[in-house]
């Protein structure tokens, strides 16, 4: 069965010729880029309206349905538009890119609205392409990947895979798109089993800076296919894909939540260094650590630990009774279905990590493994700065130990996404409710916790993983080392988009 929304047809679409002044020039690519054009808000609505189709929405400011469109989870560092374009088909996608052009005005995919790197402030008076109502899902007749439109979304498609016996990879929390993650590597529960979120694409429809649309497969633009599986942001729209789903192996997963106090800190994370020794975690287990305030033990922060095991409590005995072991103050199992886990681990939509609109300055690190030293120094300084400024309190440091047999069976150079070899992905959020004031002081929070984690690791360079990238960090540590790496990817750059539209999230050209 074909599936409903144009995959693949969407690769027919011709190229049509670029309106006279549609590109700027390439003075675009230094300081001084050509202002914004001066064309107002509703001149856009009544010039591009017309020209999409009919169960498509274009709206302003003014509009209702505004804030809904344009909340974003992080606060600060906003992109600010002048209108929405809510395409009700793939085919809407380049036309809206073409007309953005032609006027000179900036434009973003905007999906789930969890991108959370500075760098998105940087665009102005843009048009919002919003891929709300490209979320199609239709599994393919052999059931061995499906078709995804480009706003799927993680919530979604677990739900639905899951109901119909299968699971794919997706990012953890269930708000969040699949394409957002997907783009930079896409990290996820499954990853043990069957790799990031880009090692199931298949194929992939993109609509190009120029508003041409291609195909994005191994044989179809292999140079972008490379690109654009760890540096994605930086290449096209992807209006819908193809990725492989897997039967799911079992009904119910088990669930174990540690609470510890701080003095447990050393014995634990030696527990969790023994797990996730050279990346050899079992599969089927993966941890969340974090430091975090729980108001339930109000005098100092907590750490919190999430024990996730794909199969049941006697499977998972073994590997959990070392942290029963190191002697919890609190601890609560439950056998889940898979689409249940998320919110039972802090990580569905009511979930707090899952709402908009706090500041939320974030700050990862990738390691082989924990240095305990070090991990001691950052809880102690957390401890101390979110007692001495209590409006941070919400702030949590993330110890991510996914499984990696899936990602690590994955040759590393085979796409852009450089940190395949870390063990342990790490993060800092800084959170608190709006105010301006207080954002230096986050930041420096931020960085000097990334400090521990590098100083800690001295013989090792610092990987920082794209989507929670602060969004100042060298290039070298988002998008890879290797000098090789950055030159694929700027030859790619200057083949796909030459002026540097897609330039909003973590750009490989800085201007
Ligand atoms: C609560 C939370 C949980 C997270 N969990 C995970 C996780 O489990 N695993 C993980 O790897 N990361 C995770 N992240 C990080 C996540 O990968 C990034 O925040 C990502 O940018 C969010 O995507 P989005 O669609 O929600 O956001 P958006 O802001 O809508 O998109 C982010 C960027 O991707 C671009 N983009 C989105 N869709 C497309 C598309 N179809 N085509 C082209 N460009 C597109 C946008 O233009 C934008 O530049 C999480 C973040 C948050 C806030
Ligand atoms: C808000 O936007 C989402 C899509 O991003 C949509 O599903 C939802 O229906 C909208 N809610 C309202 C009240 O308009
Ligand atoms: C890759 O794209 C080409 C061109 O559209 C298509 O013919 C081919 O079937 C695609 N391959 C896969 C694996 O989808
Ligand atoms: C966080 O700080 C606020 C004051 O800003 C306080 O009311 C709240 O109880 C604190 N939360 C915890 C979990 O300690
Ligand atoms: C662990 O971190 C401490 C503090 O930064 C550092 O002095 C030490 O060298 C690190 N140990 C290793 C093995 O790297």
Redesign the pocket.
Known sequence: MRPSFSF?SL?CVAVLPILAGAIAPSSWQIEGRSPPSKITAAEIIEQLGPQLSAASTIFGQDDDRWENATERWQAAYQPSFSVVVEPATEADVPVVVKYANAQGIPFLAANRRHGSTKTLGKLKNGIEISLSQLTAIEIAEDQESAFFEGGVWDGQVVDALWEQGFVTGTGSCACVSLMGPGLGGGHGRYQGFYGLIIDML??MNVVLADGST???????HPDLWWAMRGAGHNFGIVTSF?AGIHRRTVDEWYIKEYVYTQDKLESLFAVLNEQQEDGGQPKELMNLALFTWDARWPEEPVIQVLTHYVGTAEEAAPFLSAFDDVGPLHSEAQSLSYPAVLDATGTGLNSPMCQDGHTNMQFPFGLLKHNITATRQIYDYYSSVTTAQPLFNQSIVVFEAYSLQGVQAVDPDSSAFPHRDDNLLNDVLVTYDPDSSLDDEAVRIGKQITEFWAQGQPDRERHIYVNYAFGDEPLEQMYGSEPWRLERLRAAKAKYDPDNVFRFYNPIIRN
């Open positions: 693949p690769i298949i194929s291609i195909t994005v497969n191994e044989t179809s193809q």
